[in-house]
């Protein structure tokens, strides 16, 4: 690789790791928006309703609403007016004294977040009447209440929205990311195994043998991701991986997402058994790795195309991974800020198609340098030009899918093009955006100057050696991206 890109790279990969290291911990997509009455408000009037406002979709979840006066419950009913509006009201006028409203809601998503508002009620003393009689000497009348100035009679308790549980957000974010790159390397292999792979049995099997870890780690990370949930809501681990807890965390839109994810693991693990079909022997496009070291080496040696057993993938005997591949892509349209987005029909498609388009580029490209990097270890062909020519056609279709969806998702998500500045999610974004193009340019690279040397020279051990170079550098990049999204699906808009 040419050292001005190579430092360009650098300083991408660099910038990468330091927004990750420096990223906040991730946010819930739903949170409360306002609250009549406000928190930390003194009324001189007991309310008949509390109504809370949220930034999204929600609903109640866990321990759900409750208003409580000195610990001590108050019975109300809840109702939801709208799909972001709470209101709830006690069945007994209030009476002077501090309340707290403790709320736990989640977003279509299933991501919990738990709050309150704290106010006070302190009613004023009722005046008597002009012109009434005074009350009779007889008994000596009570001593009148005491009037006190708005909020001295009763403290607003402290209300807010509840510190997450640190180390629940941090594995929720790690498995979150497990469960994506399983999902992409699974997709992108079995991808790359059926359209551009052709090597040795071992390399072809070695196909097999990533798919099913990928499923291995869909399976670990959903399961992982749906107790750092349980635990988020409720506060506590051992909520978080107790039956109850669980399940007041697997409903609705997250159960579908977490049982077709742990299904399509599933099937990806038992289920690619690939089947290896040789191809006619053919001659190796470039030599040796260690030839290029050996200045004695004959002229025979530099000269001599070495015949090379070639096998490929039977994709007729993988239908059950290919299966799992595809319910691992569709439960993401059942997580993350896409699940509440409009019009619904175009977000799902534009959804599975980035998440297939993503799995073809990402896996791919970590597949193809696997390869490269085996072949160049046993000092044997790289034969990198026949990798390259087959799957840049179908990675430039991936990259466009990706860009055209990612755009639209964007635009679908964020409410305008400040935010994409102002919220985490919008600098997630661009972080993201940035990371894809420093590997896009690589790719572009490798297509515009380095294939076309291959093309032109098959034995060009040099151009083969650049291509391993910097697809193993655009796997690295394309890895960071994985991180980056894993914190988007969890940040807040």
Do not use: C
Not at 138 to 152: D, S, T
Not at 184 to 196: C, D, E, Y
Not at 412 to 428: A, H, K, Q
């Amino acid at each position: 690789m040419p050292t001005p890109v190579r430092r360009s790279v650098a300083v991408v990969a660099v910038s990468i790791a330091l927004g990750l290291l420096g990223a906040s911990p991730a946010l819930a997509h739903v949170k409360l928006v306002s609250s009549t009455p406000a928190d930390q408000t003194t009324l001189t009037a007991a309310p008949s309703t509390i109504e809370l406002r949220f930034s999204t979709p929600m609903e109640p979840a866990g321990d759900g609403i409750e208003i409580t006066k000195d610990g001590t419950p108050v019975p109300s009913v809840v109702t939801q007016p709208d799909d972001s509006r709470l209101a709830v009201e006690p069945e007994q006028a209030l009476i002077d004294g501090g309340y707290l409203l403790s709320w736990t809601v989640k977003a279509g998503d299933s991501h919990p977040r738990s709050g309150a508002i704290g106010f006070a009620v302190a009613q004023p003393a009722p005046v008597a009447p002009a012109g009434a009689a005074p009350a009779a000497q007889a008994v000596p009348a009570a001593e009148p209440a005491q009037v006190h100035p708005a909020g001295h009679v009763a403290t607003p308790p402290h209300g807010g929205e509840v510190e997450r549980l640190a180390s629940a957000e941090w594995t929720g974010r790690g498995a979150r990311w497990l469960t994506l790159m399983g999902a992409l390397l699974g997709i992108g292999v079995l991808a790359f195994a059926a359209s551009s792979l052709t090597g040795s049995v071992f390399e072809v099997r070695a196909a097999a043998f990533w798919v099913r870890r990928a499923g291995l780690a869909v399976v670990l990370g959903t399961m992982l991701e749906a107790a750092a949930a349980g635990a988020l809501l409720h506060g506590a681990w051992g909520m978080g991986v107790a039956p109850s807890g669980l399940a007041s965390v697997l409903e609705g839109s997250f159960l579908i997402a977490v049982l077709l994810r742990i299904a399509g693991g599933v099937a990806m693990l038992f289920g690619a058994q690939l089947s290896v079909q040789p191809l006619a022997a053919s001659r190796a496009t470039d030599y040796p790795a260690g030839v290029l070291g050996q200045p004695t080496a004959g002229l025979d040696l530099m000269t001599r195309p070495e015949l090379t057993a070639t096998h490929r993938l039977n994709v007729g005997q993988s239908v059950i991974a290919l299966a799992g591949a595809a319910l691992v892509a569709v439960s993401y349209l059942f997580d993350g800020h896409t699940v509440t987005a409009q019009p619904a029909w175009l977000v799902r498609i534009a959804d599975v198609a980035h998440v297939v388009g993503a799995g073809v580029w990402v896996g791919g490209v970590a597949m193809m340098a696997w390869v490269l990097k085996r072949r160049r270890r046993r000092n044997v062909a790289l034969r990198a030009g026949e990798l390259a020519i087959r799957f840049s056609t179908v990675a430039a279709v991936a990259l466009v899918i990706v860009a055209v969806a990612g755009v639209f998702l964007s635009f679908s998500i964020l409410d305008s093009p400040g935010e994409l500045l102002s919220t985490g999610f919008g600098r997630l974004l661009l972080l993201k955006v940035t990371a894809v193009a420093a590997a896009a340019a690589l790719g572009g690279y490798n297509f515009r100057y380095v294939i076309p040397n291959l093309i032109e020279s098959p034995t060009d051990a040099g151009a083969s050696e650049q291509l391993r170079a910097t697809v193993r550098m655009e796997a690295f990049i394309l890895v960071a991206v994985v991180g980056i999204t894993a914190a988007l699906v969890a940040a807040g808009t």
